[in-house]
Antibody, heavy 113, light 113 residues
Framework: QVRLVQSGAELKRPGASVRVACKTS????????MHWVRQAPGQGLEWMGW????????KYMQTFLGRITLTTDTSIDTAYMDLTSLTSDDTAIYFC??????WGQGTTVIVSS | EIMLTQTPLSLSVTPGQPASISCKSS???????????LYWYLQKSGQSPQLLIY???RRFSGVPDRFSGSGSGTDFTLKISRVEPEDVGVYYC??????????FGQGTRLDIK
């Protein structure tokens, strides 16, 4: 059974950074791109980027360039999303999604002073 | 920049009746590999999005056959042959042809009369 389990909720101050982890199981982690998507409160879905776990190659949405880094640790089948220089606009639920087919449960990130 | 426009933005359906959601793209979603990278998701309240349809018309594993996708080029439709109470939520279309950016539609909220 394919599972993506994400790390717990985060409360961050403006200007801080956050790391969200996505632990996978039940499939070959390196065979499928991992995407990251976020959803601000009451809003729609916003794609952030993807990473190829096999090569480490990553592509990012223009609006996040310079603030986002996607990485993977293939030894533990886990993907990470790092976002820096947080503002209140980054308050959202962050999802990982393997090949956009199976999704994690989401991680709530709240940015507040 | 590619845009996906969903209509209607909300609909209210009597159980057992059909429902239909349109997704129009500003660019063709036909890839050079002859596949059409248009997906449909349902996000139930408080949950992660779940994949219903991929490549325009292919039902994802475990998705009931009352859900069907159709269309080509720039015009696509998701149909529910007989709506059930558990179909309530927000439906999103998504494209992944025009990379590096995955794009979502605005979402269509379905509720039960």
């Amino acid at each position: 059974q394919v599972r993506l389990v994400q790390s717990g909720a985060e409360l961050k101050r403006p200007g801080a950074s956050v790391r969200v982890a996505c632990k996978t199981s039940g499939y070959n982690f390196t065979h499928f791109y991992m995407h990251w998507v976020r959803q601000a409160p009451g809003q729609g879905l916003e794609w952030m980027g993807w990473i190829n776990p096999q090569t480490g190659d990553a592509k990012y949405m223009q609006t996040f360039l310079g603030r986002i880094t996607l990485t993977t640790d293939t030894s533990i089948d886990t993907a990470y999303m790092d976002l820096t220089s947080l503002t209140s606009d980054d308050t959202a639920i962050y999802f990982c999604a393997s090949e956009m087919s199976v999704w994690g449960q989401g991680t709530t990130v709240i940015v507040s002073s | 920049e590619i845009m996906l426009t969903q209509t209607p933005l909300s609909l209210s359906v009597t159980p057992g009746q059909p429902a239909s959601i349109s997704c129009k793209s500003s660019l063709s979603l036909l890839h050079s590999d002859a596949k059409t990278y248009l997906y449909w998701y349902l996000q139930k309240s408080g949950q992660s999005p779940q994949l219903l349809i991929y490549e325009g018309s292919r039902r994802f594993s475990g998705v009931p056959d009352r859900f069907s996708g159709s269309g080509s080029g720039t015009d696509f439709t998701l149909k529910i042959s007989r709506v059930e109470p558990e179909d309530v939520g927000v439906y999103y279309c998504m494209q992944s042809v025009h990379l590096p950016g995955v794009t979502f539609g605005q979402g269509t909220r379905l509720d039960i009369k």
